[in-house]
């Protein structure tokens, strides 16, 4: 177990959404589709990790319940893939501690090239009950041809992003959810703070799990206080804010510059969660 593999936002309008990640001053990767799914999505590879871009663009296809998601919650943060290099040694190593994971599953998809073509990038996912991974919709992720999905321009952003810093998720007992993921990652990976629960994944990331009320407090652009587990806000490392908020200002988006430093952009002008930046 290695760190946040990839954040999933399910997004209504795939091809918007791919446009309004370029303004946020990210490169977008070319279209990739899920064989055999109704789904298809772009890519914001990271110098460590990626945002995914995930929506529908044939419903009459399987979509591994993002209609479900989208007509529940609208769009937003989706889910989180955890990393690592072994899925099948993962696996006897989540059974020795009392968990019992499903898989190794392999998955595939489609990736148009910019000359024309297609390449089939493939994984190796892991699962566990929601019961012993909760609240974040994750699964474990091993890429089998990481050289097909990440190229050195695809990281380099006008933005200066760098990587995944934290996700915070609102649950209703942060307490009980953080004594399962003592389970998967020892007692020493998860923290108290003043306010969360925090879930130190191995490369810098950090899973952030607050009551919907502190949640609401945390980020006031949320319409209401989350209902349920729900993905709410991811934190983004960027190697300049300057030029970070050069780009957003660039582009027309709007931001707000909190102490920390940290700049941060509200819901509805990144596709349904608050999307902060910082050093």
């Known amino acids: 177990m290695a ?24 490169v977008v990767t070319p279209r990739g589709r899920h064989k055999g799914w109704g789904t298809a999505n772009y890519c914001v590879m990271l110098t460590q990790g990626y945002i995914e871009l995930l929506g529908i663009i044939d419903p009459s296809q399987f979509s591994n319940n993002l209609d479900r998601f989208l007509t529940d919650k609208g769009e937003g943060l989706l889910g989180i893939a955890l990393a690592t290099d072994d899925s099948a040694t993962l696996a006897e190593k989540l059974t020795e501690r009392g968990l019992h994971p499903e898989g190794p599953f392999a998955l595939s998809r489609l990736l ?56 915070t998720i609102a649950v209703d007992d942060p307490d009980t959810v953080a004594q399962a993921y003592e389970q998967v990652y020892g007692r020493a990976a998860v923290v108290p703070t003043d306010d969360a629960w925090a879930v130190h994944l191995g490369d810098g990331s950090v899973l952030l799990f607050v009551t919907p009320e502190e949640a609401a407090t945390l980020y006031p652009s949320l319409d209401d206080a ?54």
């Open 226 to 279: 989350p209902n349920g587990p729900t993905l709410v806000a991811t934190a983004l490392r960027s190697a300049d804010l300057d030029q970070t908020a050069a780009a957003l200002s660039a582009n027309g988006v709007p931001f707000d510059r909190l102490p920390g430093p940290v700049l941060r952009v509200a819901p509805q002008d990144a596709c349904g969660a608050v999307l902060e930046f910082v050093a």
């Open 112 to 167: 148009e090239t910019e000359e024309g073509g297609t390449v089939e990038p493939a994984f190796s996912l892991l699962r566990l009950p929601p019961g012993e991974l909760p609240a974040i919709n994750g699964f474990f992720c091993q890429h089998l041809t990481p050289e097909l999905l990440r190229k050195p321009a695809w990281e380099l952003h006008p933005n200066a992003v760098t990587g995944i810093a934290s996700t």
């Open 3 to 26: 760190g946040t593999d990839h954040l999933i936002y399910g997004v209504q309008d795939l091809e918007a959404a791919r446009d309004q990640f370029r303004r946020l001053g990210f």
